[in-house]
């Protein structure tokens, strides 16, 4: 008997990290042993193992009186997960020498049912990028999962559906002449863009044009932005609208977005267009930011590159709304245990929309408020001042009136007003000499602010006179200026002008500076 080594990975956060199976064989009394700091998944693996196995009509370590111990190498990392099962079932074959060939330069990974097939997994694509890394020749995935895998040059991927078929292939390969079944490689992923389910478009919402000219701003410079108004106005159709108008995702960042959502399992498959989430107001510090024993990325995190929306955002719980500070500000969240910090990436546009008050309409002309002045007080301190600093954009949504409800004109489509977006952001990357590293004017730093907004002498003077008036924190300044050079990219003007700074002051809050 002897010991196999099988190449398989783990994933720590949104990273993977190979880990070698080791399958060591002796006779005797039948035993099965997994060591290497398994979790209750991996210490599962042997039953299944086993009976995948014998329903597979292949030798068993029960049948053959096999004493047989796993080790998941390096032993000194946690390991989680069921997707083990296939590297622990063929190095056992390779040991008993039931599989005449090597494993060497080849990766394994899938769940095994009871009855030999092999089932979806999780993580499938940030696997496929360290095998590339790792210069493994060939990757074995579960067939639902190839797709995913195969988005990845440079390495061989074979979608496997049951155990037989890959006993058969991995066979085929040491004895050719042997009429055996071969698995085919599976041929790189094209991706095409599809429109996705909460597609809306924008020329079927009625009205609200002060709004839709403030969401088209925030696309272009990737601001946050609050839409505050009665019940009822469409600030939820407007949110739900905006994710159509930001410009396609790229290679990268279709990868970035796929490789998260599928460790989170979001079974979702390749995901082409900004992300659009919206958890309920009711949702958890942990759901939302991400977290566990074994932290998992939240809905911050798989908004990344898309929209997070945030409906009723002051019923969210105050530790929630908190705990915005830091991606709204830095564009990820730091997730730390006792054994480390992990990060994940959290650089996506919130949308958060509210209520005057608890009942909605306070200051309306068409309902009386019926709150207390007390509730109306203690519901408007749920925002913090550091939070409602990290919002660029503040826009009422007003009651609109029936005439136009009932106009059957349409406003404009969504596709012309990406358009404009997408080419307010190429004039922009084209002004700053940056095209290669697109960089949006949410992200400039103050340095680079003075640098892209070129303020004449008389723009410098009104808006330092507008910051003492209005008691602005150095924070909301170059808020101002950031949104400002929004606008004037949007008409490609290289200077930001008066016309845009006063514009871009209208968006401020106006409760607080």
């Known amino acids: 008997m002897s010991v196999v080594s099988v190449a398989s990975a783990h994933i720590l956060g949104l990273e993977a990290s190979p880990v070698s199976v080791e399958v060591d064989l002796s006779s005797g009394l039948y035993s099965f042993t997994i060591v290497g700091l398994p979790d209750k998944a991996i210490e ?16 068993t370590p029960k049948s053959e009186h096999h004493k047989i111990v796993v080790s998941l190498a390096p032993g000194d990392i946690k390991k989680e997960g069921s997707h083990f099962d296939l590297p622990i079932a063929l190095g056992y074959l390779v040991a008993a020498k039931k599989l005449p060939t090597s494993l060497e330069k080849k990766m394994f990974v899938g769940e095994l049912s009871l009855t030999g097939e092999i089932r979806p997994m999780q993580g499938t694509l940030t696997i496929a990028e360290l095998a590339r890394k790792l210069k493994v020749d060939e990757l074995y995935v579960p067939f639902d999962n190839k797709e995913e895998a195969a988005l990845i040059d440079g390495i061989t991927i074979y979608g496997v559906k049951h155990l037989a078929d890959l006993v058969d292939h991995l066979c085929s390969l040491s004895t050719p002449e042997a ?33 839709k000219r403030a969401l088209e701003i925030a696309a272009i410079g990737g601001h946050n932005i609050a839409l505050y108004g009665p019940p009822g106005t469409g600030k939820t159709m407007l949110a739900r609208a905006f994710c159509g108008i930001l410009p396609p995702m790229n290679e990268s960042q279709i ?7 599928s460790i989170a399992g979001r079974h979702s498959g390749i995901i082409t267009r900004p992300p659009f989430r919206s958890p309920h107001h009711t949702a958890s ?34 530790k929630v709304i908190e705990s915005l500070r830091e991606p709204l500000e830095e564009g990820h969240i730091s997730i730390s245990r006792a054994k480390g910090t992990l990060h994940f990436p959290a650089r996506s546009i919130a949308i958060v929309a509210m209520n005057p008050c608890p009942c909605g309409y306070f200051g309306s002309n068409i309902k009386s408020c ?20 990290r919002i ?8 609109i009136d029936y005439e136009t409800l009932t106009d059957s004109r349409l ?60 008691t602005l924190s150095p924070r909301a300044y170059h808020r101002v200026l950031r949104v400002a050079r929004s606008i004037a990219d949007l008409e490609e003007s290289n200077r930001v002008e008066a ?15």
């Open 392 to 399: 660029d954009i503040w826009v009422p949504v007003q009651h």
């Open 499 to 513: 016309t845009h700074i006063m514009e871009a002051f209208q968006y401020r809050p106006k409760d607080r500076g």
């Open 255 to 261: 990868l970035e977005v796929t490789r998260i959502h």
């Open 285 to 318: 510090y942990v759901s939302l930011v991400g977290g566990g024993v074994t932290p998992k990325p939240g809905e911050i995190t798989l908004a990344h590159h898309g929209v997070l929306f945030l409906d009723e955002f002051p019923e969210f719980d105050k």
């Open 370 to 389: 019926t709150c207390r002045q007390s509730d109306i007080e203690r519901y408007s301190r749920k925002l913090s001042g550091p939070i409602m600093d």
């Open 44 to 59: 599962e693996s042997k039953d299944r193992v086993v009976a995948a196995l014998k329903n597979s009509g292949l030798s």
């Open 179 to 211: 009429e055996l079944t071969q698995l085919l490689p599976t041929p790189k992923t094209q991706i095409e863009e599809v429109r996705p389910d909460y597609f809306l478009d924008f020329k079927d919402v009625r009205g609200q044009e002060t709004a």
């Open 411 to 470: 406003g404009e489509a969504t596709d012309i007003i990406r358009e404009r977006v997408s080419k307010a952001r190429n004039f922009s990357q084209t002004f700053r000499g940056n095209s290669g590293v697109p960089l949006l004017n949410r992200d400039l730093t103050p340095q680079l602010l003075e640098v892209r907004t070129k303020l004449t002498e008389e723009n410098k003077i009104l808006m330092n006179k507008l910051a003492t008036q209005f």
